[in-house]
């Protein structure tokens, strides 16, 4: 059964840092890997979408990379805004499905 | 990419009564989705939506708690029955439009029951 956990649970970084989100799983045979952003009670903005072949995709000031042999993927956020702050999101799907298993997620608060 | 429209956006209910939440997108997609976000919790699938038959459940949810309809390939709609104050949480839809590939989710429908 596929598990998903998130490391840290929280972070509180001040404005201009680098910063490392992540994500493993416990099931390595996935096709792919999608990050979301989510803003208190709202719904889910995807950010990256990497898929089993890729090792990286960017976007802006941030860039997600996956390691399937190990379970595990990072998001990087360069340069981070207080407007980043929101939880993280990784989701990978079931085995065979097109049904997402979603992490824990990650509270970024950024303070200016 | 999909643009999802889910309604209503939030409601506040009383228990024992339903909510009927809509979700519409704008094009024909394959696979459509419900999720359910309990409070400080992450998302957890309700079920997939079919169109043209029943819903498929995920463990721990049942057809007559979260009926689900799917009339065509750009609408469906969740309701949340006889509802008590567990059920408060942000319910979202989700679309994936050619299978697996990237997810899409509606802004979700924040549900209080007093």
């Known amino acids: 059964k596929q598990e998903v956990t998130q490391i840290p649970a929280a972070l509180s970084v001040p404005e201009g840092e680098n910063l490392v989100l992540n994500c493993s799983f416990t099931d390595s045979a996935i096709y792919n890997l999608q990050w979301f952003r989510q803003d208190p009670g709202k719904g889910l903005t995807s950010l990256l979408l990497?898929?089993?072949?890729?090792r990286e995709q960017t976007s802006g000031r941030l860039n997600a990379s996956l390691d399937k042999s190990s379970g595990r993927s990072t998001l990087y956020i360069a340069a981070s805004q207080p407007g980043d702050s929101a939880t993280y999101l990784c989701?990978?799907?079931?085995?065979?499905?097109?049904?997402?298993?979603f992490g824990t997620g990650t509270r970024l608060k950024v303070l200016a | 990419s999909a643009v999802i429209s889910q309604k209503p956006s939030r409601d506040i209910c009383q228990r024992g009564t339903s909510l009927t939440i809509q979700c519409q997108v704008d094009s024909q997609v394959t696979m459509m989705f419900w999720y359910r976000q309990q409070p400080g919790q992450s998302l957890t699938l309700i079920a997939t939506a079919n169109q043209g038959s029943e819903a498929t459940y995920e463990s721990g949810f049942v057809i007559d708690k979260f009926p689900i309809s799917r009339p065509n390939l750009t609408f469906s709609t969740l309701t949340v029955s006889n509802m008590s104050p567990e059920d408060s949480s942000i319910y979202l839809c989700?679309?994936?439009?050619?299978?697996?590939?990237?997810?899409?989710f509606g802004q979700g429908t924040r549900l209080t029951v007093v």
């Open positions: 989700s679309v994936d439009e050619h299978s697996n590939t990237e997810a899409f």
């Open positions: 989701a990978v799907p079931t085995s065979g499905t097109y049904k997402y298993i």
């Open positions: 990497i898929q089993s072949s890729q």
